[in-house]
């Protein structure tokens, strides 16, 4: 059998809608409430919120309809995709969209376990001691055995394929997650901080909308929270029907994205002054939200728990349903480039990325590098790549593009590649310089 044979026999999503979830799923993490929240905090509420809106629709969504395009052109998982679109010399490239999934998974699969295991603490009490409590289960052995638990569930789900497993999971987890996520954000508006926590959000700072580094956290916030720029959205595309429009599909998927990291904020800010702990946030770091939201559903007493569970939960499948995305690059590229069983396939990536996650599991300074270096810099690495590929070297993008789109859909491909070419690139060059400077 030689590659061009293979197309044919790779498993495809039964539905649009359970393309758009599975993407949704992906994209919808931990990124869009526990970073996104902390990322806002520390970028001057409002300015963050504003810039971080242009960056998903200027340039996140150009580059995620230009991955679609490249994964469903090449029918491959990005090693193979690369490979194909742009020819050998690429391929360090394909390499890069297979590695940052893996050490992505490793760490957010840990954060996860802290969600659930939050959970698990509101069905009985949420500790009196938060930052105590944090301490005990961020790092160590509780946070080893609730990754590990997490990624068998991650293996379990995605071991199952496309449709039975990555489909089915998002089809129904998904609607779910939204529901809850608007209760909650309906029940915040009623605490005696919501007044307080709205006017933090969402009145700008100039100041900070003009900081280079706001800006640059803006921008890389954008692409992770849309899993852009890591392999996720080639790979899922790969499995798409030519009869989708891959620019309304990247529209709808980054607007739900947004909306879920904008619901987030209206639900996590309230809580915060309500009980007058802003100060805690005003120095967000990755624990904060982990400290300060428990303590206060605690200091809510009975609803607090009811609330509580609620809202970790949505953490827990948020997480979950992009650690599932994130396994299957890895698991799609064993498959494709060895030709190995899924079953077996999904056991090597999953359990190499268990591996290396009990080490974020251990030490939240590795976590820290592992998010500095993979959300912030090797996410614009990757993003920069997709932009060249496609605008660049691809043969004839339009065609992919207009491949299942409606005519007015079709009218905006020209612009789109024009963003694609020109502002794209030249814009993620500078991020890349920024974050260049700013890690090393
Ligand atoms: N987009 C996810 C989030 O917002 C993170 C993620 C990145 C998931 C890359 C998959 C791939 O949390």
New binding site residues.
Partial sequence: MNSTDRPQQREYFASGMGFVLAAAG???????MW??SYMAAEGGGAAFVLLYLLMTFLIGVPVMAMEFAIGRRARSSPIGAVRRIGGRGWGLLGYLLVL??VI?LAY?SVITGWALHYAVDALGSFSTAPSERFAAISSGQPAIVYHLALMAVTIAIVMFGVRKGIERTALILMPILFIILIGLALWASQLPGAEQGYAFYLQPSFEALLSPTVIRQAASQAF????VG?G?MITYASYLSQQESLVKNAMIVSLA?FSV?FIAGLVVFPIIFALGISEEISNSTIGTLFISIPHAFQQMGELGQAVGLAFFLVLAV??LT??V??LEVGVASIIDEFRFSRKTATLVAGIGAAIIGIFPAMSQDILGHMDKISGELL?IFGALGMALLGGWVMQDPQSELAEGASPRIRRLIPALLFLIRYPVPAFLLVFLALSLAEVF
């Fill in positions: 992906s994209a919808v993490g931990l990124g869009n970073r996104f940052t999934p992505i957010f992770l929270s849309l899993s890591m996720v994205d990291a948020a997480g992009s650690s995305s994130l996410v």
